[in-house]
C-alpha cells in the first residue's frame, strides 16, 4: 500500500516556490522534470542538469528543508510527510507531461509521490526513473538515525556525493547533521513495503561498484512496473551520476522525447 496521509488532519497549503528549484526555464515547456535528490543532498548537487536537456524540458529540482536557502525550515523526518508536501507543492506543475527522477532517498520519495498523484489527484507521470535504491518491498531499513553522529557521518563518507569540506569542519558539520539525521531517519523507517504498481513505465540505474545497492536490486523494481521496466548499468560506484551525468541524461532526455535510448 502506498503512503496514506493523516485522516483527520488538515492539509496546509504548500509554498511550491519554496519547495522546488527551476532550471532552464521557458515560458512554455513542453515538459517537466523533478529530480529528488538522496539523503544529505541539495538541489545545488544537480545545477548540470539544467543546461543537460533541450530547450523544451524544464528541469524541477527538490528543495528539502533544513539546508541551504531553506536553512531555517524544520527538516522533514517521515516518508509520509515528505511525500505530501512534495506532491501538493507539484500541483501547479501538472500542465505538461511530468517525468520523475529520484536518486537513492529520492527514488522512494519519487515512487511515493507517482503513487499519490494517481491515488489522490488522478494523474500519472509520463515516467518514473529511480537511482541506486531498492524497490520499496526489498528494502531492508537500517537504523543509523538512532545511532550517533559518527556513525552518520561515517555512512554519508562511505557511500560520497557529500563535500567534504563540510563533513572535516566542525561548525559546518554542525550545520548540516540536522538534515542529515532528518533524512536517514526518513530513510531508516521506511519499508519494506507492498509491491504496489505504478502506471507508468519505469525506469532503473545504477552504478557497477555501488557500494550497497546491487543490479539484482534494481532489477527488481520491475515488480511495480506493469507499464513497461528498462535497467541500464553505469560505470561507477553509489553517486556514478557525477562521472556519468552526460550519459544519464542523455538517457532520460531521449525517453523524455520518446528517441530511442
Given at each position: 500500500?502506498?503512503?496514506?496521509?493523516?485522516?483527520?488532519?488538515?492539509?496546509?497549503?504548500?509554498?511550491?516556490?519554496?519547495?522546488?528549484?527551476?532550471?532552464?526555464?521557458?515560458?512554455?515547456?513542453?515538459?517537466?522534470?523533478?529530480?529528488?535528490?538522496?539523503?544529505?543532498?541539495?538541489?545545488?548537487?544537480?545545477?548540470?542538469?539544467?543546461?543537460?536537456?533541450?530547450?523544451?524540458?524544464?528541469?524541477?529540482?527538490?528543495?528539502?528543508?533544513?539546508?541551504?536557502?531553506?536553512?531555517?525550515?524544520?527538516?522533514?523526518?517521515?516518508?509520509?510527510?515528505?511525500?505530501?508536501?512534495?506532491?501538493?507543492?507539484?500541483?501547479?506543475?501538472?500542465?505538461?507531461?511530468?517525468?520523475?527522477?529520484?536518486?537513492?532517498?529520492?527514488?522512494?520519495?519519487?515512487?511515493?509521490?507517482?503513487?499519490?498523484?494517481?491515488?489522490?489527484?488522478?494523474?500519472?507521470?509520463?515516467?518514473?526513473?529511480?537511482?541506486?535504491?531498492?524497490?520499496?518491498?526489498?528494502?531492508?531499513?537500517?537504523?543509523?538515525?538512532?545511532?550517533?553522529?559518527?556513525?552518520?557521518?561515517?555512512?554519508?563518507?562511505?557511500?560520497?556525493?557529500?563535500?567534504?569540506?563540510l563533513l572535516a569542519d566542525?561548525d559546518l558539520r554542525e550545520?548540516v547533521l540536522p538534515a542529515?539525521?532528518?533524512?536517514?531517519?526518513?530513510?531508516?523507517?521506511?519499508?519494506?513495503?507492498?509491491?504496489?504498481?505504478?502506471?507508468?513505465?519505469?525506469?532503473?540505474?545504477?552504478?557497477?561498484?555501488?557500494?550497497?545497492?546491487?543490479?539484482?536490486?534494481?532489477?527488481?523494481?520491475?515488480?511495480?512496473?506493469?507499464?513497461?521496466?528498462?535497467?541500464?548499468?553505469?560505470?561507477?560506484?553509489?553517486?556514478?551520476?557525477?562521472?556519468?551525468?552526460?550519459?544519464?541524461?542523455?538517457?532520460?532526455?531521449?525517453?523524455?522525447?520518446?528517441?530511442?535510448?
Open positions: 500500500m502506498s503512503l496514506g496521509p493523516h485522516p483527520t488532519a488538515p492539509r496546509a497549503r504548500v509554498d511550491g516556490d519554496r519547495w522546488f528549484r527551476r532550471y532552464a526555464v521557458t515560458a512554455t515547456p513542453a515538459r517537466r522534470l523533478l529530480v529528488l535528490p538522496h539523503a544529505g543532498g541539495s538541489a545545488s548537487f544537480f545545477h548540470s542538469w539544467g543546461t543537460a536537456f533541450d530547450s523544451d524540458t524544464e528541469v524541477v529540482v527538490a528543495r528539502y528543508p533544513g539546508r541551504h536557502d531553506r536553512l531555517t525550515d524544520p527538516c522533514v523526518d517521515s516518508m509520509e510527510e515528505l511525500t505530501e508536501q512534495v506532491t501538493e507543492a507539484l500541483l501547479p506543475l501538472l500542465d505538461v507531461p511530468l517525468t520523475l527522477f529520484g536518486h537513492s532517498m529520492g527514488a522512494s520519495l519519487a515512487y511515493e509521490v507517482a503513487l499519490r498523484l494517481a491515488a489522490e489527484h488522478g494523474t500519472r507521470p509520463a515516467a518514473l526513473h529511480v537511482s541506486s535504491r531498492k524497490p520499496p518491498h526489498r528494502l531492508t531499513p537500517k537504523r543509523l538515525h538512532e545511532q550517533g553522529d559518527d556513525a552518520l557521518i561515517a555512512e554519508v563518507r562511505r557511500l560520497g556525493g557529500t563535500d567534504e569540506a566542525p550545520i542529515i539525521r532528518a533524512d536517514f531517519t526518513v530513510v531508516g523507517t521506511y519499508g519494506p513495503r507492498t509491491a504496489e504498481p505504478v502506471g507508468c513505465p519505469v525506469h532503473a540505474y545504477v552504478g557497477d561498484r555501488d557500494p550497497s545497492i546491487t543490479v539484482h536490486d534494481m532489477s527488481d523494481w520491475a515488480d511495480v512496473a506493469p507499464e513497461g521496466f528498462r535497467l541500464d548499468v553505469l560505470d561507477g560506484g553509489h553517486f556514478y551520476l557525477q562521472d556519468r551525468r552526460e550519459s544519464l541524461t542523455r538517457m532520460i532526455a531521449a525517453r523524455m522525447t520518446g528517441r530511442t535510448a
